[in-house]
């Protein structure tokens, strides 16, 4: 007797169901695969919509991004732009471009922050300034007027020292002639007939007999013309020269020889020439000085 193996036994039962003809199950089973098949192409046109989809958003996105880049790569100081890899997908490389760019972004923004910081330093610089520069105007207009003030206040005493040096000047002519005037000095010397004839000296007292006149003085006149002497300068006229040193000459005027330096001195008289010692005791009596010749 033949025995058939578990395997032999297997193969002959599925061909006696494939003669029988599909049953119920095959037929469910079929229609089962046909719907999951259907549901898979859909799926997958609809999902290669999506990608088409997403891609063109991502370029688009991409596109975007390298436009602000763009405009950013005209501002120095911020970090380079580096190339991605082209080797990676849309998505994936925009990423890597979103990241640079956000980089970029930051710097820009921290720029922003601190010229903005140095704006406001800035205007509240320039309040100060424009306070400063309001308080030195008003101080400027301020020394404006004080300037004009005291330019018309010296203008007024340059007139008034005009006036005054003119008036100084006259004061120091008329102060000159008022001094030469009172240091002016008068002599004159001579014989007592010529003196007595000049109207210098008179005669006066005394007996009045024929060929005397006993007790007899002579006195310098009471009203003398400055034209019969000769002038000079108390302060220069230092000696009084007579015209013969060998001759004597008696002082008939005030002065008194005790103030002036002469030799052989009798009394008031004296020979040789009259040298004034002190010009102010000397004069003092009188500015005319009267020597007769004897």
Known sequence: MIRLSPTSLASLAALALAACGPSDEHTRADSTSAALSSQRAQLTMRLAAQKDSLTR???????????IDSGMS?????????????????????????????????????RAHATAAQLAKANTLN???????????????????????????????????DSLKNETQQLSTSLASVESLHNKAYYVIGREEDLVKRGVIVREGGANLIFAHPGRT??????????????VDQRGANVIAVP???????????????????????????????????AGRFWAPSRFLVLVEQ
Request: overall charge positive.
């Open 74 to 110: 005209t501002v120095k100081g911020l970090p380079k732009n580096k190339r991605s890899d082209s080797k990676l997908d849309p998505l994936a490389r925009q990423v890597e471009n979103r990241k640079v760019v956000m980089a970029r972004v930051g710097a820009l923004v921290q």
């Open 57 to 67: 958003v991502v370029l688009q996105a991409d596109d975007f991004i390298m436009q």
């Open 244 to 278: 013969d040193s060998t001759r004597r000459y008696r002082v008939v005027s005030r002065q008194n020889l005790d103030n002036a330096a002469v030799g052989e001195r009798d009394q008031n008289s004296f020979k040789g020439n009259l040298k004034i010692a002190d």
């Open 218 to 231: 002579l006195q310098i006149a009471r009203k003398l013309d400055p034209q019969e002497f000769t002038a």
């Open 127 to 161: 309040t100060a300034l424009r306070v400063q520069i309001a308080s030195d105007s008003a101080m400027i207009t301020d020394l404006n007027v004080t300037i004009t003030r005291q330019t018309a206040t010296i203008e007024a005493l340059s007139v008034r020292i």
